[in-house]
């Protein structure tokens, strides 16, 4: 249980996030709903609010280091802490590579790298005096063998996160905060819809599992991660990907 831990969660809108931020409430954390699409993230707070549990809507644009000090500092306003932090926000894109451009390039690693470190130092910065963190970052398959179906620049978004977590996952050990990432596979998520379905169908096939994840199945890997049972793990990535990919 995680009764009376705080968390963040980032990209909770939808998907992955929004399961996830469910079932940290469920282990009965106060938790941060963060996006940028206000309507959909208050309707994610309100639909854990209806179950009794603590949540609350901030917004903010995780590119953007302003905004995410800023997000800390609210959050810490509201519930005197922060515990937990699962950076899941992303966006996935997929752009054949002689149609990539430096726009969207910078686009996808703002938003998916770059507050793998800011936000995670700020947040860290908040934990230190407790000697109690957790730390979750959202990676990808496509971290670990590279991108499929015109993914080239996120996949390395991805890997570099799974670099990047093992490096504050050293820097933070005194402090025991511990510094994890997830590898999905394929989720039935928005972020898979704009794959054609043949292109779908041939991912699932070399699935030893046969289908995709709900996302349901990633947040309970993730709420593992930061459980107060979960105490000699940092620095580690956890494949959930149904047998894809075997590390």
């Known amino acids: 249980m995680l009764e009376n ?3 963040i969660v980032t990209g909770a809108a ?5 399961a996830t931020a469910l079932l940290l409430a469920r282990q009965g954390a106060k938790v941060a709903v963060c996006d940028i699409e206000a309507e959909l993230t208050e309707m994610v707070s309100a639909g854990i609010r209806a179950e009794g549990k603590e949540a609350r809507t901030f917004l903010c644009d995780v590119s953007m280091p302003t905004q995410t000090d800023q997000l800390v500092k ?3 306003d509201v519930y005197g802490k922060i515990d ?3 950076n899941n926000a992303g966006i996935c894109p997929r752009i054949p590579v002689d149609e990539m451009t430096e726009e969207m390039f910078d686009l996808m690693f703002g938003i998916n790298l770059k507050p793998i470190f800011f936000l995670t130092r700020a947040v860290a910065n908040v934990m230190k005096p407790y000697k109690w963190g957790r730390v979750v970052n959202i990676s990808s398959t496509g971290g670990r063998i590279g991108g499929i179906h015109n993914t080239t620049v996120y996949s390395g978004t991805k890997g570099g996160m799974l670099a990047m977590t093992k490096t504050l996952a050293r820097h ?3 402090y025991n905060i511990l510094i994890n990432a997830i590898a999905p596979g394929a989720v039935d998520t928005r972020m ?5 379905t043949d292109a779908r169908e041939e991912y699932i096939g070399t699935v030893p599992l046969k289908r995709m994840a709900k996302p349901i199945e990633i947040a309970h890997s993730i709420v593992h991660l930061c459980s107060e049972e979960t105490t000699w793990v940092t ?3 956890l494949d959930v990907n149904g ?5």
Do not use: H, K, S
């Open 5 to 7: 831990r705080v968390a």
């Open 14 to 18: 939808r998907g992955i996030g929004a």
């Open 74 to 76: 609210d959050v810490v």
């Open 84 to 86: 937990i932090l699962v």
């Open 172 to 174: 933070y050990a005194p």
């Open 192 to 196: 898979f819809e704009n794959v054609q």
């Open 235 to 237: 620095g580690a990535t």
């Open 243 to 247: 047998g894809v990919v075997m590390m």
